[in-house]
């Protein structure tokens, strides 16, 4: 195998030095299906290698397949481990480092997704499971013996039916819940629960870790002796009318009865991380329940055997996320969302000192740590991710497989950007120029909205953008009140005023690209997905100067989405039903209840199973815009959920952007469909 390995190595030296002789290209969007996905990274016990998944889009079976690799700590060894058509995910080393474990739907015994054993000695993997209901996630016992694994009920299937037989008649769903709906999952029931199982590999039996049937149990971590169990939970009486989940602990034994630890009315979660005395667990406190869309995780610990919690990242004012106790026990490592960057930090026990760990302008994505050795998934605005070592406050390249592609191309540059809104509020976004943009040029502007709202564009490869820049736009990217990374205040500013301080911040982020010599004021246009749509929509309806708009998932009658869509505990904690808070409702709605001020022509699109933000946002839109006059598009992709995942429909969205900005900014119908550059709706202020 080592053997096979050196060679591996070997090629993709060769082959990554021929790829420097050839001149950079500009990217195209075949380029797309050429991109690798990298992901879950897990350092092996004796810390020598390194395991993670990478996705590639297979174009026969229109899907992306990940299979396993493995890369040696000092990077010389890099191994592609599977192969099936079927693909392999959530690689798992055994504790005693004898085996690897992963998760592939490949044939074998017992149907549907399962879990899969490989001997590191080599040889064929094996089947390990045999479960009939769904399983989303497994770990290791700390003595290799056990695994606690997550199972759901399978939703009931219409029986097979011989050719020519009359189909049989579907079943009723029948709902009787107050959050009855979920993006992915569709119609909720009242018996669908995730349940932790404990598996004995021996006896390859499973059976229930808790005797509770009613609540969901997620994110199971075993203590480093083996004895407990820590998970998330929701158990409050009326459990699917709250968000206050809780950390429970348990013996590492079928049936037992859990112990809450914590008593927060807001979410207390996980990644779950055990001290190495097994004495206490660090997970995530959220923020208070109405602020259930703006929330910022903090780092907290809890003694296992009872006692207060305590917040360690309080005074922090930036969210973390996925905590890693350090292997004394003195410190936890955790992810820190801050201002357009996420970068490790080392957070000290007891005082709760916070040292940042990596600087620059990074994007991690994951962690993981064994033997000493620490290892990330990272990202930068030039580099897709791959993972690094991070070795005293450096990062050490250990695998890319998107190495060679990225050298083929020429990418356009990323910098920060900061403006003042006319309230004086300090508003941070980034700026891709077009790969050779000369200093003092003004180019066509796209500016692209991300999603959220509590979420942030940060410094990390984004393919839409190198795109867009590639074909001659500079695109902006506003981080937006609302946003996170720049504190509590900051990010809950919107909060039951929707539409207002985040169109003040995104037109002054094009204001000030403008003044700034960048963008051509006669060729913007604007765009987003989810409450990025959403925000197009609001925006568009508050001012005149865009050429061209494209509204992803997104929504603008938001009265017609209590019961659509599935966030009716924010609509009833955030702004209150709609019958005792009728008229914040209208305000809230302004795009479709004055869509009249459009003129803006727009492309709608968006997934017909979507529920998260349900199809009917974009038609209400589309169809008072056709109404109107106002040219306009809907494009629909069956089968799709809120995120567009299909490879063919990923990449005709694309074509469809570059068409719609092509026509409308770039091209003479931008001079004739749109209103002058001068010319302004009403503000919604003025509203």
Known sequence: MLGLMRATSLIALLVATVGVWAAPRVLSLDDLERLSVVSDPRVSPDGLWVVYAVSTVDG???????HLWMTSWDGTETIQLTFDAEGESSPRWSP???YLAFESSRPGPAKGSQVWLMDRRGGEARQLTAVKDELSGFEWSPDSKRLVLLLKPKKDKEEETKPGAP?????????????FKQDREGYLSGTERTKIYLYDIAAQKAEPLTSQTSFDERSPAWSPDGTKIAF??????DWDRTENTDIFVTEAKPGGTARKLTHFPGPDTGHLSWSPDSKRIAYLQGSEPELTAYNEFKLAVVAADGGEPRVLTASLDRAVSAPLFSRDGRSIVCIETN??????????????GVTRMLDGDVTVIAQDEAAGHYVVLATQDDTPAAVFALENGALRKMADPNALWIREVTLGRTRDVSFHTKDGTEVHGLLTLPPGYRDGSKVPLLLRIHGGPDGEDSHAFQFERQLFAANGYAVLNV???????????YQKAIFADWGHREVEDLLAGVDAMVSEGVADPARLGIGGWSYGGILTDYTIASDGRFRAAISGAGSANQISMYGLDEYVFQYDHELGPPWRSQDLWLKLSYPFFHADRIHTPTLFLG????????????EQMYEALQSLGVPSELIIYPGAFHGITRPSYVKDRFERYLAWYGKYVKGDAATSSAQPASSSAPSRSSQ
């Open 167 to 179: 189909s049989p008649k579907p079943k009723p769903i029948i709902v009787d819940r107050y959050h």
């Open 60 to 66: 026969k079976g229109d899907k992306r397949v990940s």
């Open 339 to 352: 201002d357009r960057r996420e970068y490790p930090i080392r957070v000290s026990l007891p005082g709760g």
């Open 607 to 618: 997934g017909d199973k979507d529920m998260n933000v349900p199809l009917a946002g974009g």
């Open 479 to 489: 981080n937006y009140r609302g946003s996170s990374g720049r504190g509590a205040a």
């Open 232 to 237: 998330v939970s929701n158990q409050d009486k």
């Open 96 to 98: 005693d480092g004898r």
